[in-house]
């Protein structure tokens, strides 16, 4: 059975402290992304990597960065957690397009940043 | 830039037919998706239009038109367990990444 493993299902930050959203998939994929999703606002981008140390910024990765050490291991790291960061965070996988059409999800983590 | 639009609510009864419209605008287009979300779990894999034309799944359907920038999802013989939030998502940016629409809300009633 495929699958994609975040870290935590909850977690409670406080202001300012850093953050760590850790996402292992053991499908051995290429590409792994980092959403957030928010009610009314569907999925939205925060970085992907196609490759092992590779990254690539998405539509709001502003208060964010990611690390790829390791092929199946992708994280998110939130430097100063901020209210507005509270959210649904979706992990993801996928093989390259030409080779697969799905992305598999994680179960989510929900942050709440007091 | 990439966005795509579809409905954000659509309601009807068990054992109808529902259409779930998508448009998109992306740059290097590999394919439309749809997915299927419960409250409170992930987002699952439902269908993928690399070409024009209908795909079907059993019960689902999508269609998708590259020369209109438009999809849609196609539920038959509704069940209660469809109730549940469906996104589009383009596999866009020469097939990098996926950009998720902002979800249609289905809700089926008895």
């Known amino acids: 059975d495929v699958k994609v493993t975040q870290s935590s299902r909850y977690l409670v930050k406080r202001t300012g402290e850093k953050v760590f959203l850790e996402c292992v998939q053991d499908?051995?994929?290429?590409?792994m992304f980092w959403y957030r999703q928010d009610p009314g606002l569907g999925l939205r981008l925060i970085y992907f990597s196609y490759d092992v140390k590779m990254k690539e910024k998405g539509d709001i990765p502003e208060g964010y960065s990611v690390s790829r050490e390791k092929k199946e291991r992708f994280s998110l790291i939130l430097e100063s957690a901020s209210t507005n960061q509270t959210s649904m965070y979706l992990c993801a996988s996928s093989s390259p397009a030409g080779r697969g059409s799905e992305a598999f999800f994680g179960q989510g983590t929900r942050l709440t940043v007091v | 830039g990439q966005s795509l639009e579809q409905p954000s609510e659509v309601t009807a009864v068990e054992g109808a037919i529902v259409q779930i419209n998508c448009t998109y605008q992306t740059s290097g287009f590999y394919g439309l998706s749809w997915y299927q979300q419960h409250d409170g779990g992930a987002p699952t894999f439902l269908s993928y239009n690399g070409l024009d034309g209908l795909e079907e799944t059993g019960r689902f359907s999508s269609f998708l038109s590259r020369s209109d920038s438009y999809g849609y999802l196609l539920l038959q013989e509704l069940q209660m367990k469809d109730s549940a939030s469906y996104f589009c998502a383009v596999r866009g940016n020469y097939g990098q990444n996926f950009v998720f629409g902002p979800g249609t809300r289905l809700s089926v009633l008895p």
């Open positions: 499908m051995d994929h290429e590409n």
